[in-house]
């Protein structure tokens, strides 16, 4: 029997999950999505292009990988009828290339609805949500009022929807907030007669059954662990367990069947959406990193806060999810700076401390240490890195007691180094 290995964001989201997922999936016999739905956006480049995925997962590009949307993840038929369009160039057999449990949580119409509702109601206390219908629709998940996946493939499915719809009006009417629902309706009904004829299954079977027969499974995270439900910096946070712990309820995997914990980081941080951020760069430096990373989200198009790597945040991730090796992303972006600051303590009411305040009122002011700057012109070998980027990698393994496995230094799949002797390298 084989196990699973689990590949997650450490950071805000955006570490670049989607990149790795397609570099490592070739590996892989499956790719399976735990969490999250459309908030995402996965971004890959191969050939000379870019492509970006919201609720399939990230290997859907490789043939012969089978690609699986887990009972953890919360569906917008409406968008995944625009995922797959955008797929049809590709030729990609979806039927035998993607499977959906039943269980994964629908989106409606009307989740998006309250989402906006919600957040306008919030004022300038809001989340900075995506405005997917994340939020909503993982409260009814946990209400109990739901809709899943297989129930479209039920008779009374339309009741069912009127039923929850009615529910949602009667709030949408009670918060100060416009809407007309009826053009989305028409296609949201027109897009789940399309997910009808998807392959939709107990896929905590499947996933055994594959287990069993040894094949090898990836589970791929969506978000970072910072913005997790229950560790992240509530309540600015995402509506789903982000952790490696999500890959075992959003999958039906229980947690003796997990073997490597891949946490994907950037080298700096970033951050969209509202909520602390204490390495946070609120000037050119900050601005440079942008432009220099292209830092502007895959999703909504938002420009990223940007900052300065978080030591103590980063470690706080390797706790939460048991890292077995780290992925540094993005090092090329760095390499243009001149000077470059990584914080490795917090400075909260004039203590230096290594921990992550409860409040999110506090504030916390980094403890910055400068480190060397590099420039990597040539994309070559993990132990041809230059000195100054391999001594950042030794600064960051020491402080998190755990190993960087590889290196990324471009968006495009070939741009990116495995360590020699690792399993990664392919
Ligand atoms: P994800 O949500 O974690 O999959 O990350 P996103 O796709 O939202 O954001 C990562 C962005 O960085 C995308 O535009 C990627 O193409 C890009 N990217 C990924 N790795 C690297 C890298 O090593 N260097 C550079 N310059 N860009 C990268
Ligand atoms: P990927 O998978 C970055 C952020 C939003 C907001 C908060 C809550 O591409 O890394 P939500 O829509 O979930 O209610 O928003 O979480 N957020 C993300 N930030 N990357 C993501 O996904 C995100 N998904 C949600 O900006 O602050
Ligand atoms: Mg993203």
């Not at 300038?124 to 129930?151: E, H």
């Not at 000195?387 to 290196?407: H, N, Q, R």
Request: one cysteine or more; aromatic letters at 8%.
């Amino acid at each position: 029997m084989s196990k699973v290995d689990v590949i997650l964001g450490l950071q805000w989201g955006d570490e670049g999950k989607g990149k790795i997922v397609d570099y490592l999936a070739p590996h892989y016999d499956i790719v399976a999505r735990f969490q999250g739905g459309p908030n995402a956006g996965h971004t890959l480049e191969f050939d000379g292009k870019k492509h970006v995925l919201h609720q399939i997962p990230s290997g859907i590009f490789h043939p012969g990988v089978l690609n699986v949307i887990g009972n953890g993840v919360v569906i917008d038929p409406i968008i995944f009828r625009n995922e797959l369009k955008k797929l049809s160039p590709f030729e990609i057999d979806i039927s035998n290339a993607l499977i959906i449990s039943n269980k994964a949580q629908l989106i409606l119409p009307t989740h998006k609805l309250l989402d906006q509702a919600l957040e306008k109601n919030k004022g300038d206390g809001k989340i900075g949500s995506t405005l997917k219908g994340i939020g909503p629709t993982y409260q009814d998940k946990i209400g109990r009022n739901g809709l899943r996946v297989g129930d479209i493939l039920e008779g009374n499915f339309e009741r069912r929807y009127n039923s929850l719809k009615a529910q949602h009006v009667e709030m949408l009417n009670r918060l100060d907030f416009e809407y007309d629902l009826s053009l989305q309706e028409g296609e949201f009904f027109d897009s789940v007669q399309e997910l009808r004829e998807m392959q939709i299954l107990s896929t905590e079977y499947f996933l055994d059954e594959s287990l069993m027969s040894g094949k090898k499974v990836l589970a791929e995270g969506a978000q970072g662990t910072l913005l997790d439900i229950d560790f992240g910096s509530y309540p600015f946070v995402t509506s789903s367990n982000t952790t490696t712990a999500g890959a075992c309820t959003g999958l039906g995997i229980a947690p003796s069947k997990i073997d490597q914990v891949f946490g994907v980081f950037k080298a700096y941080c970033t951050r969209v959406g509202s909520g602390p951020f204490p390495t946070e760069l609120n000037d050119a430096a900050g601005e440079n990193l942008r432009r220099l990373g292209n830092e502007f989200g895959a999703t909504t198009g938002r420009p990223r806060r940007c900052g300065w790597l978080d030591l103590p945040a980063l470690k706080y991730s390797c706790i939460l999810n048991g890292v077995s090796k780290l992925f540094m992303m993005k090092a090329d972006v760095l390499s243009e700076l001149d000077e470059l600051y990584i914080c490795d303590r917090y400075i909260v009411d004039g203590q230096e401390i290594h921990e992550i305040p409860y409040s999110t009122e506090d504030t916390i002011n980094p403890g910055l240490t400068k480190a060397q700057s590099w420039t990597v012109d040539q994309i070559s070998q993990f132990s041809n890195l230059p000195a100054a980027l391999t001594s950042f990698i030794s600064t960051i393994e020491k402080y998190t007691c755990a190993d960087i496995a590889l290196v990324s230094l471009g968006p495009d799949r070939k741009e990116t180094v495995a360590k020699e002797g690792s399993i990664f390298l392919y």
